[in-house]
């Protein structure tokens, strides 16, 4: 089984312009999140895949590898879709570009699922602290007993009516796809629940593909504000040996 990750990043990000070229601990963000992946030695190979010029040489000047997306895309998984369509893989792994500290196990355990034929998509989920339950920035995941995902939202579920004892799971944007299914993604219209809740999986769910979540107790730090950036920098500091 032929495995590659694949990195997408996009220079503009409407909340935090520019973040993944934001320096982290003497590195940019990309370049970070790239030698981390890398640095698993998981895969067969990593790329990043961007429109940007900038961040296609930061990672190219320093000896990584990265592929510059042509098209205009909707969301990440399609522009990963076109990179990825002539290269000979079997999974593909999308590491989020503002994601440095996905941990290796995390990685290993998704790639492990695919020993199952059954699994097309698997993604990351870990228990949500029920303060965050309601904030809309927080997806949600409801999940089967085998942990196959029955839906995705931004709001809580499942809805405590009658039962305020409940388990909720924060949905981890780090995914795995076998690449058929992937390609297959692309080719599909927005669905209606993917486009009210602005969740780009729901897609799969709507066609009829559950995703295969593997519960993890790691919590990573994704840069999405300059506190966050502020946060991730004490975190390497303090873990510093």
Not at 127 to 135: C, E, G, H
């Amino acid at each position: 089984m032929k495995k590659i990750a694949v990195i997408p990043a996009r220079y503009d990000a409407s909340r935090f312009p520019g973040k993944l070229m934001k320096p982290l601990a003497g590195q940019s963000v990309i370049r970070r999140v790239y030698e981390n992946t890398l640095n698993t030695g998981l895969f067969d190979d990593v790329f990043v895949v961007t429109d940007s010029a900038i961040i296609f040489n930061e990672i190219t000047a320093h000896g990584g590898r990265a592929i510059y997306s042509v098209k205009e895309h909707e969301c990440g998984s399609d522009r990963i879709a076109e990179a990825v369509e002539p290269i000979d893989a079997d999974v593909i792994i999308n590491v989020q570009g503002d994601s440095p500290f996905v941990k290796k196990e995390d990685l290993a355990r998704l790639l492990n699922v695919f020993e199952d034929e059954t699994v097309q998509v698997a993604s990351l989920m870990h228990i949500l602290d029920k303060a965050f339950v309601d904030n809309p920035s927080f997806v949600k995941v409801i999940v089967d007993n085998n942990n196959n995902s029955l839906y995705f939202s931004r709001s809580p579920i499942p809805y405590p009516r009658s039962e305020d004892n409940l388990t909720y799971y924060k949905h981890i944007g780090v995914y795995a796809f076998r690449k058929a299914t992937l390609l297959n993604f692309t080719q599909w219209e927005q669905t209606p629940l993917e486009l009210a809740e602005k969740i780009e999986c729901i897609r799969y769910l709507e066609h009829g593909i559950p995703l295969k979540m593997v519960l993890t107790e790691n919590v990573t730090i994704e840069i999405d504000t300059p506190e966050d950036l502020e946060s991730a920098e004490q975190f390497i500091l303090q873990n510093q040996h």
